[in-house]
C-alpha cells in the first residue's frame, strides 16, 4: 500500500468515527485504536489541556485505570515538551531524551520508541498525539505525517464537542504569556505603544476532511496559478525594484513557487482525503519541522521564506485575502509584517496606526521613506515574531533604542509611560509656539519650513506653525502608484498642496526615483546593473534622459500655479549645464502655456539641491543663475564619507557634527555671502537640536525639516544669539575638539540653551 493509500485508509475510518453519533470520548477511544493499528503501535495516546494541565484522555496500550488521572503540566516530560513548543518529536529511544519523565500509573515502562504531535486550535496548542513501540526505531515521516492529519483532525471534533473551553484556547504558554523584547534595526526613530495587529492574519482551517477529493485538487491547481501570477507580478511593484535583497528574496519566491516537489506533497496529502486547506498546512507542518533542525542560517532563512509562501497560497485558496486595512484599525495599533508596500501603509487609518514592526525591510526602503514622512516609528529585521507575539498582544514600541517590549511587565510599562509623557509635555510646549516668529536673541529672523510628500501632510503646515514646504517630494506620487502617474494626477495633487498651503510657499522638488528608488515601469538598462543605486542612475539624471517624464511633470506644476508662485527645485544637480538642461523644460512648457493663452503662475523661482560634493567646486557659476540653493544633508553625507546609509553597520557610523561634515558647510555658507540666492538646509541634519544650532553658527538661515522638528527647532532659535554659536564654531573648526558633540553640548548648557 503506497504512503497516500495508507493515509487515506486512515482518514476514511476518521470520517466515518466524526460522522458517528457516538459521544466525544467514544470518538476518542476510537480514534487511538485506528491510528495504533495503521501505525503498527503498541500505544497510542491522546492528551488533552484542562484547567492548565494536559490531561490523559483517551489510550491504546496504556493502563485504562490512567485515562483523566494522569496530568501533566507544559513542557513536563515529552508530552508536555510537544504542547509547550509546539512541535514534534520522533525519538527511537524516549528515555534517552533530557525531558523524558516516567509517570509508573501508564505502565509505560516497556516502550522505547516515542513519537508525539500538538494538536493545534487557533494558534494553540491544546493537546498532544502521541504513539510508542516496544522496540527503538524513529517512526517514518509517512507515519509522523499520518499523526499530524489525525492531530488536524482531533482538532476539529475538540472545537465541535467543546472538549476543550474557548478561554483555555486562547490560552498560551508561559513562554508565550510572558513578557518578551525583541530587538531590531530603527527604520524610523520614535516611541509608540498599542496592540498587535497582524497585516495579513492567519488563516483558520474549519473542514479538514474532504467531500470530493477532485474538487479540492481543482482548487489547489487554481490557487497555484493564481500565486505564481501574483509572485511573477511582484518584480512590476515599486517595492521589489531591482537589485538587492528584494530580487534575492524574490528569485527565492519563484523557485518554491514552482517547485514540483512542493505541489507534489499538497497533491498528495490531498488523495489521503484532506482539504486543499488542510493539505497545505499539513506539507507547511513539516517544513516547519525541518526548520527546527536546520543550522545554517542561510537556509532557515530560505524555509521561512517558503513558510511565507505556504501562507500565501493559504490565503488564496480559501478566498481571504484581505489585510487587517479591509477591516479597519478599532484601536491604537501597532502592525506586524513580514514587509509593506507604501501603497498598502497607506491604507491604513492614520489616526490608529502608532507604528510598524517588519521581519524584513531596510533604511531605504520605500515604506520606510513614506512612514518617516508620516512620523510612524518603523523596527526592521525583526525576525521569528510568530509564536513570540499574537494578535491584541499589548506592544511598547522604542525605535530610538531598536526594540519592542511584547506584553510588558508593569514596571516597564511604567517606565515607558514616564518617556512617553515627558514626550508629550515637551510636545504641547512646542504646540505653544506654533504662531510665535522663531527670532534670535539678537534678532534674526530664522524660516522654518517643513517637508512634505503626501496630500494629507498639508495639514500639518498650519498645525505646526511651519513658514511654508521647503521640500515637497513629488516622487511620493511615483513611488506608491503601480503606474507612472499621468499629468492630470500630477496637475491634480499639486493644485490641492497648493491650494492646502494657502499664502505659505511650497517648494516642488522635481521627481526624484531610480537608482535606490527604483520604480518598475521606469526601469533602465542602467540601472539594472548599478552597483550602487545611490549614486547611479537617478533624480535629474534619469529625469533628463526620459524627457517626456519631466516635460509632464513641468507641464502640471506650471498649470497647478496658475496666478500664483511656483517654486521648483532640481534634485542631485552635479554640473551647472544639468541645471540649465531641465530649466529649459520647464521654459519651453511655459512658452507652450503661453501660446495657448492659458493663465501662467505670477512668477518662477528656480533653486537646486546640492547634495553632489562636486556642485560644491562650482558654485561660482551656478548661484548667479539661482534664486535658492537648498543643501540635502542626507544624501551628501553619505557621498562625502562613501558610505552607504542603507548599510545598518555604517547607518549610525559618521555623525553629521564631524569637522569635515561642518567644515564643508561652512564653505558652501561661505560661498554665498553677498550672492542674491537663499541659502538652506532640506535634510534630517537640520531637525536635531544640536545639529541645527551648528548650522545656524556657519550661516544657514533657512531649514526644512520634518513637521514633528518645527517645534523643537523654532524652540531652539529663540534661544541662541547668533554672534555668540559663530564666533564658537569658527573656534572649533580651526582646532577642533575631540568630541565636538559633547563639546557643543556643553557649551549650550552653560548658556542655559536647552537641547533635547
Same mark, same amino acid.
Given at each position: 500500500?503506497?504512503?497516500?493509500?495508507?493515509?487515506?485508509?486512515?482518514?476514511?475510518?476518521?470520517?466515518?468515527?466524526?460522522?458517528?453519533?457516538?459521544?466525544?470520548?467514544?470518538?476518542?477511544?476510537?480514534?487511538?485504536?485506528?491510528?495504533?493499528?495503521?501505525?503498527?503501535?503498541?500505544?497510542?495516546?491522546?492528551?488533552?489541556?484542562?484547567?492548565?494541565?494536559?490531561?490523559?484522555?483517551?489510550? =491504546?496500550?496504556?493502563?485504562?485505570?490512567?485515562?483523566?488521572?494522569?496530568?501533566?503540566?507544559?513542557?513536563?516530560?515529552?508530552?508536555?515538551?510537544?504542547?509547550?513548543?509546539?512541535?514534534?518529536?520522533?525519538?527511537?529511544?524516549?528515555?534517552?531524551?533530557?525531558?523524558?519523565?516516567?509517570?509508573?500509573?501508564?505502565?509505560?515502562?516497556? &516502550?522505547?520508541?516515542?513519537?508525539?504531535?500538538?494538536?493545534?486550535?487557533?494558534?494553540?496548542?491544546?493537546?498532544? *498525539?502521541?504513539?510508542?513501540?516496544?522496540?527503538?526505531?524513529?517512526?517514518?515521516?509517512?507515519?509522523?505525517?499520518?499523526?499530524?492529519?489525525?492531530?488536524?483532525?482531533?482538532?476539529?471534533?475538540?472545537?465541535?464537542?467543546?472538549?476543550?473551553?474557548?478561554?483555555?484556547?486562547?490560552?498560551?504558554?508561559?513562554?508565550?504569556?510572558?513578557?518578551?523584547?525583541?530587538?531590531?534595526?530603527?527604520?524610523?526613530?520614535?516611541?509608540?505603544?498599542?496592540?498587535?495587529?497582524?497585516?495579513?492574519?492567519?488563516?483558520?482551517?474549519?473542514?479538514?476532511?474532504?467531500?470530493?477529493?477532485?474538487?479540492?485538487?481543482?482548487?489547489?491547481?487554481?490557487? &497555484?496559478? !493564481?500565486?505564481?501570477?501574483?509572485?511573477?507580478?511582484?518584480?512590476?511593484?515599486?517595492?521589489?525594484?531591482?537589485?538587492?535583497?528584494?530580487?534575492?528574496?524574490?528569485?527565492?519566491?519563484?523557485?518554491?513557487?514552482?517547485?514540483?516537489?512542493?505541489?507534489?506533497?499538497?497533491?498528495?496529502?490531498?488523495?489521503?482525503?484532506?482539504?486543499?486547506?488542510?493539505?497545505?498546512? =499539513?506539507?507547511?507542518?513539516?517544513?516547519?519541522?525541518?526548520?527546527?533542525?536546520?543550522?545554517?542560517?542561510?537556509?532557515?532563512?530560505?524555509?521561512?521564506?517558503?513558510?511565507?509562501?505556504?501562507?500565501?497560497?493559504?490565503?488564496?485558496?480559501?478566498?481571504?485575502?484581505?489585510?487587517?486595512?479591509?477591516?479597519?484599525?478599532?484601536?491604537?495599533?501597532?502592525?506586524?509584517?513580514?514587509?509593506?508596500?507604501?501603497?498598502?501603509?497607506?491604507?491604513?487609518?492614520?489616526?490608529?496606526? !502608532?507604528?510598524?514592526?517588519?521581519?524584513?525591510?531596510?533604511?531605504?526602503?520605500?515604506?520606510?521613506?513614506?512612514?518617516?514622512?508620516?512620523?510612524?516609528?518603523?523596527?526592521?529585521?525583526?525576525?521569528?515574531?510568530?509564536?513570540?507575539?499574537?494578535?491584541?498582544?499589548?506592544?511598547?514600541?522604542?525605535?530610538?533604542?531598536?526594540?519592542?517590549?511584547?506584553?510588558?511587565?508593569?514596571?516597564?510599562?511604567?517606565?515607558?509611560?514616564?518617556? &512617553?509623557?515627558?514626550?508629550?509635555? !515637551?510636545?504641547?510646549?512646542?504646540?505653544?509656539?506654533?504662531?510665535?516668529?522663531?527670532?534670535?536673541?539678537?534678532?534674526?529672523?530664522?524660516?522654518?519650513?517643513?517637508?512634505?510628500? *503626501?496630500?494629507?501632510?498639508?495639514?500639518?503646515?498650519?498645525?505646526?506653525?511651519?513658514?511654508?514646504?521647503?521640500?515637497?517630494?513629488?516622487?511620493?506620487?511615483?513611488?506608491?502608484?503601480?503606474?507612472?502617474?499621468? =499629468?492630470?494626477?500630477?496637475?491634480?495633487?499639486?493644485?490641492?498642496?497648493?491650494?492646502?498651503?494657502?499664502? !505659505?510657499?511650497?517648494?516642488?522638488?522635481?521627481?526624484?526615483?531610480?537608482?535606490?528608488?527604483?520604480?518598475?515601469?521606469?526601469?533602465?538598462?542602467?540601472?539594472?546593473?548599478?552597483?550602487?543605486?545611490?549614486?547611479?542612475?537617478?533624480?535629474?539624471?534619469?529625469?533628463?534622459?526620459?524627457?517626456?517624464?519631466?516635460?509632464?511633470?513641468?507641464?502640471?506644476?506650471?498649470?497647478?500655479?496658475?496666478?500664483?508662485?511656483?517654486?521648483?527645485?532640481?534634485?542631485?544637480?552635479?554640473?551647472?549645464?544639468?541645471?540649465?538642461?531641465?530649466?529649459?523644460?520647464?521654459?519651453?512648457?511655459?512658452?507652450?502655456?503661453?501660446?495657448?493663452?492659458?493663465?501662467?503662475?505670477?512668477?518662477?523661482?528656480?533653486?537646486?539641491? *546640492?547634495?553632489?560634493?562636486?556642485?560644491?567646486?562650482?558654485?561660482?557659476?551656478?548661484?548667479?543663475?539661482?534664486?535658492?540653493?537648498?543643501?540635502?544633508?542626507?544624501?551628501?553625507?553619505?557621498?562625502? &564619507?562613501?558610505?552607504?546609509?542603507?548599510?545598518?553597520?555604517?547607518?549610525?557610523?559618521?555623525?553629521?557634527?564631524?569637522?569635515?561634515?561642518?567644515?564643508?558647510?561652512?564653505?558652501?555658507?561661505?560661498?554665498?555671502?553677498?550672492?542674491?540666492?537663499?541659502?538652506?538646509?532640506?535634510?534630517?541634519?537640520?531637525?536635531?537640536?544640536?545639529?541645527?544650532?551648528?548650522?545656524?553658527?556657519?550661516?544657514?538661515?533657512?531649514?526644512?525639516?520634518?513637521?514633528?522638528?518645527?517645534?523643537?527647532?523654532?524652540?531652539?532659535?529663540?534661544?541662541?544669539?547668533?554672534?555668540?554659536?559663530?564666533?564658537?564654531?569658527?573656534?572649533?573648526?580651526?582646532?577642533?575638539?575631540?568630541?565636538?558633540?559633547?563639546?557643543?553640548?556643553?557649551?549650550?548648557?552653560?548658556?542655559?540653551?536647552?537641547?533635547?
Amino acid at each position: 500500500m503506497t504512503a497516500a493509500a495508507a493515509a487515506r485508509s486512515i482518514l476514511t475510518q476518521l470520517h466515518e468515527v466524526m460522522a458517528s453519533r457516538m459521544h466525544a470520548q467514544g470518538k476518542l477511544d476510537r480514534v487511538v485504536e485506528i491510528i495504533g493499528e495503521s501505525l503498527d503501535s503498541e500505544v497510542c495516546s491522546i492528551y488533552l489541556l484542562r484547567e492548565g494541565m494536559l490531561e490523559l484522555f483517551a489510550t =491504546r496500550g496504556l493502563n485504562k485505570e490512567a485515562v483523566h488521572v494522569t496530568r501533566l503540566a507544559l513542557g513536563e516530560g515529552l508530552t508536555g515538551t510537544i504542547a509547550d513548543k509546539v512541535e514534534t518529536l520522533n525519538l527511537a529511544e524516549a528515555k534517552a531524551h533530557p525531558d523524558f519523565q516516567y509517570r509508573p500509573e501508564t505502565g509505560e515502562e516497556k &516502550f522505547h520508541s516515542f513519537a508525539g504531535v500538538p494538536i493545534v486550535y487557533r494558534e494553540r496548542s491544546v493537546g498532544v *498525539l502521541c504513539v510508542q513501540h516496544v522496540d527503538p526505531r524513529r517512526y517514518e515521516d509517512v507515519e509522523v505525517e499520518a499523526l499530524q492529519t489525525t492531530a488536524m483532525v482531533l482538532s476539529e471534533l475538540i472545537a465541535n464537542a467543546e472538549l476543550v473551553d474557548e478561554e483555555e484556547a486562547r490560552g498560551r504558554s508561559e513562554q508565550q504569556s510572558g513578557p518578551v523584547t525583541i530587538t531590531g534595526l530603527s527604520l524610523v526613530k520614535g516611541l509608540a505603544s498599542g496592540y498587535a495587529v497582524f497585516h495579513q492574519p492567519r488563516i483558520t482551517i474549519d473542514q479538514v476532511m474532504a467531500d470530493d477529493t477532485e474538487a479540492e485538487r481543482q482548487r489547489v491547481y487554481r490557487a &497555484f496559478d !493564481k500565486m505564481r501570477d501574483q509572485i511573477d507580478g511582484l518584480s512590476q511593484q515599486a517595492e521589489f525594484g531591482v537589485g538587492g535583497e528584494h530580487e534575492e528574496v524574490l528569485q527565492t519566491y519563484k523557485m518554491f513557487a514552482y517547485d514540483e516537489g512542493w505541489s507534489r506533497r499538497i497533491n498528495e496529502a490531498i488523495d489521503s482525503g484532506l482539504t486543499a486547506e488542510a493539505a497545505i498546512e =499539513r506539507v507547511q507542518q513539516r517544513t516547519r519541522m525541518r526548520m527546527r533542525e536546520i543550522d545554517d542560517p542561510l537556509l532557515a532563512d530560505r524555509m521561512h521564506d517558503l513558510e511565507d509562501l505556504s501562507n500565501r497560497l493559504l490565503r488564496i485558496v480559501s478566498g481571504q485575502l484581505g489585510t487587517a486595512a479591509t477591516q479597519g484599525l478599532r484601536r491604537d495599533t501597532i502592525l506586524i509584517a513580514k514587509n509593506l508596500g507604501p501603497a498598502e501603509l497607506l491604507e491604513y487609518d492614520r489616526r490608529r496606526l !502608532k507604528g510598524v514592526i517588519l521581519e524584513e525591510g531596510s533604511l531605504t526602503a520605500h515604506v520606510v521613506i513614506v512612514a518617516r514622512a508620516m512620523g510612524i516609528p518603523v523596527l526592521g529585521r525583526a525576525r521569528g515574531l510568530r509564536g513570540i507575539l499574537f494578535e491584541g498582544d499589548e506592544v511598547l514600541l522604542d525605535c530610538d533604542k531598536g526594540m519592542a517590549n511584547i506584553r510588558p511587565a508593569q514596571a516597564v510599562a511604567d517606565a515607558f509611560d514616564m518617556r &512617553f509623557a515627558k514626550t508629550r509635555e !515637551k510636545q504641547a510646549s512646542y504646540a505653544e509656539l506654533r504662531d510665535v516668529e522663531p527670532f534670535t536673541r539678537c534678532g534674526t529672523r530664522i524660516q522654518v519650513l517643513m517637508n512634505a510628500g *503626501l496630500r494629507d501632510d498639508i495639514s500639518n503646515l498650519n498645525l505646526v506653525g511651519a513658514d511654508g514646504i521647503g521640500l515637497f517630494r513629488t516622487e511620493f506620487q511615483f513611488l506608491v502608484s503601480a503606474t507612472l502617474p499621468q =499629468r492630470e494626477r500630477q496637475l491634480r495633487l499639486y493644485r490641492d498642496v497648493l491650494d492646502a498651503a494657502g499664502d !505659505k510657499p511650497v517648494i516642488f522638488r522635481t521627481v526624484d526615483i531610480g537608482g535606490d528608488k527604483a520604480v518598475p515601469y521606469l526601469n533602465s538598462d542602467e540601472a539594472e546593473h548599478d552597483e550602487n543605486p545611490a549614486m547611479g542612475w537617478r533624480a535629474l539624471r534619469l529625469a533628463l534622459e526620459r524627457e517626456g517624464l519631466l516635460k509632464a511633470q513641468a507641464r502640471a506644476l506650471l498649470e497647478a500655479a496658475s496666478g500664483r508662485s511656483l517654486y521648483v527645485m532640481f534634485p542631485m544637480v552635479s554640473e551647472p549645464w544639468e541645471f540649465d538642461a531641465a530649466k529649459q523644460v520647464f521654459e519651453d512648457q511655459l512658452a507652450f502655456l503661453r501660446k495657448q493663452k492659458r493663465i501662467l503662475p505670477e512668477q518662477i523661482q528656480y533653486g537646486a539641491m *546640492l547634495e553632489v560634493p562636486a556642485l560644491a567646486e562650482v558654485l561660482d557659476l551656478l548661484i548667479p543663475r539661482l534664486s535658492f540653493l537648498s543643501v540635502g544633508t542626507n544624501d551628501l553625507t553619505q557621498f562625502l &564619507f562613501a558610505a552607504d546609509r542603507a548599510n545598518p553597520k555604517l547607518a549610525e557610523r559618521y555623525d553629521w557634527l564631524s569637522p569635515g561634515i561642518l567644515r564643508f558647510m561652512r564653505r558652501i555658507a561661505q560661498s554665498t555671502i553677498g550672492q542674491p540666492v537663499e541659502l538652506g538646509v532640506c535634510g534630517e541634519m537640520g531637525g536635531r537640536q544640536l545639529e541645527a544650532l551648528a548650522l545656524l553658527g556657519l550661516g544657514f538661515r533657512r531649514l526644512s525639516i520634518t513637521p514633528v522638528s518645527v517645534g523643537p527647532i523654532k524652540e531652539l532659535v529663540r534661544q541662541v544669539d547668533l554672534n555668540e554659536i559663530t564666533e564658537a564654531m569658527n573656534r572649533w573648526l580651526s582646532s577642533p575638539p575631540e568630541d565636538m558633540r559633547a563639546t557643543m553640548r556643553a557649551w549650550a548648557e552653560e548658556r542655559g540653551i536647552a537641547i533635547d
